[in-house]
């Protein structure tokens, strides 16, 4: 395999989505290609990051919720939502660590996956815990 045919699966490679005869190729030419092993180790750097960041528990700001409801119902009125300070400094330390990897569109798109699930399960633990509050004790 040549390294431009192997560039854009290092990404799927370093998040175990490749299996079988694709994925023996694949680890066969990273295991003889230095380039390719190093842009390899940076994808996986990003995913082990980015893991980290899922598992962390944002607490949303209040209005965060309520903001991306009404935002849904007016798709009229556009809305910047604020990303919680603590997952824009991981994010800004990740993508200032990794600039070189996420320069390839696989690693751009990985920090994109990457932020809206740690969206999702900060909307995911504010839903949880405001039905929480409406439930008799
Ligand atoms: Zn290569």
Not at 48 to 60: F, H, K, N, Q, Y
Not at 104 to 113: E, N, P, R, V
Request: aromatic share 4%; charged share 25%; net charge positive.
């Amino acid at each position: 395999m040549r390294c431009d045919s192997v560039a854009p699966y290092l990404a799927g490679l370093a998040g175990d989505e490749i299996e079988g005869r694709k994925r023996a190729m694949l680890l066969e030419h990273v295991a003889s290609c230095e380039g390719c092993r190093d842009l390899a180790a940076r994808h996986e750097r990003v995913r082990a990051a980015l893991s980290r960041i899922g598992a962390v528990e944002v607490e949303p700001p209040p209005f965060l919720l309520d903001s991306v409801l009404e935002g849904t119902r007016r798709r009229d009125r556009a809305r910047m939502l604020p990303v919680p300070p603590a997952l824009a400094q991981d994010l800004l330390r990740i993508l200032h660590e990794n600039r070189e990897a996420i320069v390839s569109a696989a690693g751009a798109a990985l920090i994109a996956a990457g932020t809206a699930y740690a969206f999702w399960k900060a909307l995911r633990g504010a839903r949880g815990r405001s039905a929480a509050v409406r439930q008799p004790a």
